[in-house]
């Protein structure tokens, strides 16, 4: 039936006429036979009264015509290799083996190809070769354009790197990821290098592999904030020799006090070395541990994997036999052990996020020595354990309030301030190394004493971890130290900066975006001492995804092209639409 009844509707009086849904007017079919009716009236009635209903009306009907042979066969026909819709697909197919860690060989899957040729039969899937030396470097090419785009123009930046080896091919790969804070004072990161890195890891090696680096990006050294690395003496000497500034890691430098600490007291070792027997018991015999997961579930407990089951690897004792079995004792010593490792555990995951950074560690250091320093009853049987962490993070993190990368960052953080040094002197220390920054950027003449001013800061309302207690009652001790001259240039803005400081709740860029016209030198500062983390977990979690692209199924791939497919995937959402 045309498209044109949609407008109309046949007499029940008389069918050789029909009426008009648009108007009522009453229209001829064409005679007064039913073999000479027809619909030519009611399309001119339609174009001549109702245009708008006509363009739908000739669209459909265009819609709707048998297609041409010509049309037929180029439908049939396979795209070329530069048509622009074919050209898309391939580049899609390369993000899609980037971004979701498949394999090279993809697109020679029986599943992937049928698959592509349902949703579009016209397109011809290129090889495995095409993809690896054509559309890869494309794709890299293009995404390194747009990060260095988003480079271009960033002052200051802060690295993080590290050194992975492949357990399944001869392949090590020296990582450098890269975060700012741009015009709004939003953090950004991006992924830079995961470079092959051959031969032995010296400390040479290191350097001449992070000039190669710098250069490639075309990032100058006076730009580098700081490299955050491991606490090996080759990447410590490394970045002396490059001479770039660098800090440690802070989540590995406090796993190395917690190994320290455990290490320490032998009951605590003892008990530590008959848990791990027990774990990989359950872990090497799938039997035992469906056991143990029945037993679970009749006592009311989530299945999951051992952590502190204690009830229910007592049931499991009673019925089956394990390679060693904790004592009452040894339980009750681990529970306590778990207790006093609970802040590192917290610390760990704070420093470790995303959003941490190098103005986190001091005020991590005094509130974790803080803890230690308190003696409890549960303190009996694990004294030296606790005595031994409070000397190693001592000993550890000695230098943290002396290193301006740490405490200029610190103080320019609105949650931190001054509050959280461990004395008046070294907060006043590091005042004074704000402050000879702020006048060598700024070229002001060097003129300042100290003052201590009576604010304070906003409390929380409750405390919501066992840390979150002791950092206020250390807020609640002190009150920021302020700078006391004429007020005029940077110590003016540095005077009115050190009135109070925000809750730790808030956050320290959202309010440099808001106070970068107030406070113009200091923020400019901010976003330096700001833009560095306090870990390498970023290189961490690059080489996370390493191990996902070199495995036992893709042995044979070359660092190049490894480092290709990492940068892509690390990168490419930083530059893809919002909805895709």
Not at 36 to 65: G, R
Not at 83 to 91: D, G, Q, S, V, Y
Not at 531 to 536: D, F, N, R
Request: glycine share 4%.
């Amino acid at each position: 039936m045309s498209a044109v009844w949609a407008h109309f509707k046949i007499r029940e009086d008389d069918s050789s006429k029909a009426d008009c849904k648009l108007c009522s007017a009453k229209v001829s079919r064409g005679g007064k036979e039913s073999t000479s009716f027809n619909t030519s009236n009611l399309i001119k009635h339609l174009k001549t009264h109702h245009s708008a209903e006509y363009t739908q009306f000739s669209q459909a009907k265009q819609a709707n015509q048998q297609p041409t042979l010509t049309q037929v066969l180029q439908k049939r026909e396979k795209m070329s290799g530069d048509n622009p819709r074919a050209l898309k697909i391939t580049e899609g197919i390369a993000y899609f083996i980037a971004l979701d860690d498949q394999p090279l060989s993809a697109v020679e899957n029986i599943g992937f190809r049928h698959l592509l040729g349902i949703l579009e039969p016209r397109y011809e899937i290129p090889s495995r070769h095409h993809i690896t030396t054509a559309m890869l470097p494309k794709v890299f090419h293009d995404v390194k354009k747009q990060v260095s785009g988003l480079l271009r123009d960033v002052s200051a930046v802060s690295f993080t790197t590290d050194i992975w080896s492949s357990s399944v091919c001869p392949m090590s790969l020296l990582s450098l990821t890269v975060q700012w804070i741009d015009d709004n004072f939003s953090l950004r990161h991006a992924t830079l290098q995961a470079k092959p890195f051959r031969g032995s890891h010296t400390s040479k090696a290191i350097a001449d592999a992070f000039d190669g680096m710098l250069q490639t990006w075309c990032i100058p050294k006076t730009s580098v904030h700081v490299v955050l690395r491991d606490n090996a003496r080759n990447m410590i000497k490394g970045m002396n020799d490059a001479g770039l500034p660098s800090l440690p890691c802070a989540a590995h430098t406090l796993q190395l006090v917690v190994h320290e600490g455990l290490l320490s007291q032998r009951s605590v070792a003892d008990a530590l070395a008959i848990g791990r027997k027990i774990v990989g018991h359950f872990k090497h015999s799938p039997l035992a541990y469906s056991c143990l997961e029945d037993i679970q579930l009749e006592i009311g407990q989530p299945a999951k994997r051992l952590q502190q089951d204690k009830r229910a690897l007592g049931v499991f004792v009673s019925e089956h036999e394990l390679p060693d079995n904790l004592t009452a004792h040894q339980w009750a010593l681990l529970e306590k052990v778990v207790t006093v490792l609970g802040p590192f555990e917290e610390l760990t995951r704070k420093v470790s996020s995303s959003e941490a950074m190098a103005a986190d560690v001091i005020p991590a250091v005094t509130v974790l020595q803080r803890f230690l320093s308190r003696e409890t009853d549960d303190d009996h049987g694990i004294k030296t354990m606790k005595g031994t962490l409070a000397a190693a993070v001592r000993r550890r993190f000695s230098d943290v309030e002396e290193q301006p990368l740490y405490s200029i960052a610190t103080l320019l953080d609105p949650r931190y301030k001054n509050l959280f040094f461990s004395n008046t002197n070294t907060a006043a220390n590091a005042k004074e190394m704000l402050m000879r920054e702020l006048l060598r950027s700024s070229g002001e003449e060097e003129n300042h004493d100290l003052h201590e001013p009576p604010a304070r800061k906003p409390r929380r309302d409750q405390a919501s971890s066992s840390l979150d207690s002791i950092f206020d009652e250390i807020a609640d001790e002190q009150a920021p130290v302020s700078l006391n001259r004429a007020q005029v240039g940077s110590t003016a803005q540095l005077e009115t900066y050190g009135e109070t400081t925000i809750s730790r709740e808030d956050k320290p860029l959202q309010y440099w975006a808001v106070n970068k016209v107030r406070f113009p030198t200091l923020a400019k500062m901010a976003s330096r001492y700001l833009s560095a983390p306090c870990s390498s977990v970023d290189s961490e979690r690059l080489f996370s995804s390493v191990s996902h692209i070199v495995n036992e199924d893709r042995n044979r791939i070359t660092a190049d092209h490894a480092e290709m497919i990492l940068f892509i995937k690390k990168n490419l959402p930083l530059i893809l639409p919002k909805s895709t």
